[in-house]
T-cell receptor, first 114, second 115 residues
């Protein structure tokens, strides 16, 4: 099994609802990052959580990290149609000397219906 | 907000031809990267570049691939002899520093189609 598995693969909700996406990984990490990708566009960094952190907030985003379970979740509260996108977790392995080698998950495709 | 710019947005080439994908990283960034995403698959790391040298490369980044920073602003990925399996979206990224907890800024990608 691979580093960075996400579930669900696809999620469809109504505007105003909360969306939760999960990411699991196998190897010890230095940090875990979440990125968003709108259709046909590049990846946009959303939030980074370090291995010694348990929770971080940024606007309507809340990320948790459970290193004992090797899992993270991304919660988007009060979703909007503009949140429709694919969301990826990406890990930086423990001991990495190079910040740029991110290991991405498969992603969750979120559709927010107006 | 500053952006990473990639050109062209789409590139179609014949198998065996050379292609050069171009990127203009954010101006005060020092670290540069290429990633690719084959349709329906994960985004994969190809190579990182700092101080005019490759810092790290993946198994994918074989002798057919090369990177270059030909001047102070551009960063290029060359594929010497393209194969069908090189068809993918190629993303350039940059970051300010090599500190481990540093976010990457990605371009919008070049969709490469090898026929």
């Amino acid at each position: 099994s691979q580093q960075g598995e996400e579930d669900p693969q696809a999620l469809s909700i109504q505007e105003g609802e909360n969306a939760t996406m999960n990411c699991s990984y196998k190897t010890s990490i230095n940090n875990l990052q979440w990125y968003r990708q709108n259709s046909g566009r590049g990846l946009v960094h959303l939030i980074l959580i370090r291995s010694n952190e348990r929770e971080k907030h940024s606007g309507r985003l809340r990320v948790t990290l459970d290193t004992s379970k090797k899992s993270s979740s991304l919660l988007i509260t009060a979703s909007r149609a503009a949140d429709t996108a694919s969301y990826f977790c990406a890990t930086v392995l423990h001991g990495s000397s190079n910040t740029g080698k991110l290991i991405f998950g498969q992603g969750t495709t979120l559709q927010v219906k107006p | 907000e500053p952006e990473v710019t990639q050109t062209p947005s789409h590139q179609v080439t014949q198998m065996g031809q050379e292609v050069i994908l171009r990127c203009v990283p954010i101006s005060n960034h020092l670290y540069f990267y290429w990633y690719r995403q084959i349709l329906g698959q994960k985004v994969e790391f190809l190579v990182s570049f700092y101080n005019n040298e490759i810092s790290e490369k993946s198994e994918i980044f074989d002798d057919q691939f090369s990177v270059e920073r030909p001047d102070g602003s551009n960063f290029t990925l060359k594929i010497r002899s393209t194969k069908l399996e090189d068809s993918a979206m190629y993303f350039c990224a940059s970051s300010r520093s090599g500190v481990v907890a540093e976010k990457l800024f990605f371009g919008s990608g070049t969709q490469l189609s090898v026929l």
